[in-house]
């Protein structure tokens, strides 16, 4: 269920890191790609449960893939196949996040 939680927060971080960054040095951080996702049919009553594959590519290192899994209010569209977001490669959040989605 977190897996869901962490590409949505990888979403809100690029968006934020936009707008806000025009700071000196920055970590170009990990790229994060949609392989493909698909909607399960179990969860609460207005939410849709999600299931996605994602390819986390970081700077310097080998690309790896992991599967995530999130719930998500039925308004939140899912995430979509090529869909890519930057986000930081912080060890610690990447723990936080990828324990999954």
Same mark, same amino acid.
């Given at each position: %269920?977190?897996?869901?939680?962490? !590409?949505?927060? %990888?979403? !809100?971080?690029?968006?934020?890191?936009?707008?806000?960054?025009?700071?000196?040095?920055?970590?170009?951080?990990?790229?994060?790609?949609?392989?493909?996702?698909?909607? *399960?049919?179990?969860?609460? *009553?207005?939410?849709?449960?999600?299931?996605?594959?994602?390819?986390?590519?970081?700077?310097?290192?080998?690309?790896?893939?992991?599967? #995530? #899994?999130?719930?998500?209010?039925?308004?939140?569209?899912?995430?979509? =196949?090529?869909?890519?977001? =930057?986000?930081?490669?912080?060890?610690?959040? *990447?723990?936080?996040?990828?324990? !999954?989605?």
């Amino acid at each position: %269920m977190r897996s869901l939680a962490v !590409l949505t927060t %990888m979403l !809100l971080a690029s968006t934020a890191s936009g707008q806000a960054g025009q700071g000196g040095s920055r970590d170009p951080g990990c790229l994060v790609e949609v392989l493909y996702s698909e909607e *399960l049919p179990i969860g609460p *009553l207005f939410y849709h449960t999600v299931k996605a594959a994602v390819l986390v590519t970081p700077p310097g290192a080998p690309p790896f893939e992991t599967t #995530l #899994l999130k719930v998500i209010p039925w308004q939140v569209p899912p995430p979509r =196949r090529g869909q890519r977001v =930057r986000m930081p490669c912080d060890s610690a959040q *990447l723990k936080a996040s990828f324990g !999954l989605f």
